[in-house]
């Protein structure tokens, strides 16, 4: 029986609690998986790869990340960390991990001493939010750690230690505070500065030749980007990533990456043109920056 499964059943059978209502404590994430790179070659493999500097992963820290396109557009992104003296592990939305493996079987072709695995199975993903750092896990930020769970008597010592939280509310923070994470509708539609991964530390320009770095570097130093990540509130009903957005005129002016909240409104992240209006439309929802 996977972890996943075993966990699933053990909520079941665990007796409600009270989450925090200062939104603080511990949510699992079913929508985030792990993927491992093995082999004595793993990191060497990833450096022509990865927009980070995989000479930077090491255990017991996250380090931003995002893999590109011929063309520079992000097929995904998320966080790497190490597992051993050789081996790697991504964090990425789970709905890409297939894509993942499909993106990158041609090149790990030449790299026999190179195995991607699907770590699904074995290995499931909490998150905390608002945790102290006494709590343990690995930090994405001040506010968010992550936790990867290969055993279940892990995750229910987590669990019980720390006020539960939806899953939801956690990536909702991620939405609310500007931090993106592709999912497989939007997969290699933007440029990482698109998304402001450059900002937030996924990109290093240091490091030698990756998969689209001639593309994200010329945009990077000749400023052609004319699109960026903009964070707004919707009003209606939650849109969808890969959404369309357009102005009062129906002139499209930008994606949806990721929304959330409840009910009639809630956060969202879009890529928009940088001479966007404040106010925008998806079907009958209404979205417009926060104010």
Not at 164 to 187: C, E, F, H, I
Not at 192 to 202: D, S, W
Not at 227 to 251: C, F, I, Y
Request: one cysteine or more; aromatic letters at 6%.
């Amino acid at each position: 029986m996977t972890i996943q499964r075993q966990w699933q059943q053990w909520l079941q059978a665990e007796p409600t609690r009270p989450s925090d209502s200062a939104g603080a404590g511990v949510a699992w994430l079913p929508e985030l998986a792990v993927v491992r790179f093995a082999g004595k070659h793993a990191r060497t493999f990833l450096q022509g790869y990865l927009t980070c500097d995989t000479d930077e992963i090491a255990e017991g820290r996250l380090l931003p990340t995002a893999l590109c396109n011929l063309q520079g557009r992000v097929v995904m992104n998320g966080w790497c960390t190490a597992e051993g003296d050789e081996n790697v592990l991504l964090v990425l939305h789970a709905s890409l991990v297939d894509g993942l493996a499909r993106f990158l079987q041609r090149y790990l072709m030449f790299s026999r001493k190179t195995v991607l695995e699907d770590r699904r199975d074995a290995m499931m993903v909490l998150g905390g939010l608002d945790l102290p750092e006494t709590a343990g896990g690995l930090a994405i930020d001040a506010r968010r750690r992550l936790f990867l769970i290969r055993e279940l008597t892990d995750a229910q010592r987590l669990w019980q230690a720390h006020p539960p939280l939806d899953g939801a509310d956690w990536l909702d923070s991620l939405t609310a505070d500007g931090v993106p994470l592709v999912s497989a509708p939007v997969s290699e539609a933007f440029l990482p500065q698109m998304l402001n991964l450059h900002v937030l530390g996924a990109v290093d320009f240091e490091k030698g030749c990756y998969l689209g770095q001639e593309v994200v570097a010329r945009a990077q130093h000749r400023g052609q980007v004319k699109r960026h990540l903009a964070r707004l509130v919707w009003e209606g009903e939650a849109p969808s990533p890969g959404a369309q957005l357009t102005d009062g005129e129906g002139k499209a002016q930008g994606v949806v990456l990721q929304s959330g909240g409840r009910g009639e409104s809630g956060p969202a992240l879009a890529v928009l043109r940088d001479e966007a209006p404040e106010l925008l439309r998806q079907g009958d929802t209404l979205l417009r920056r926060p104010g």
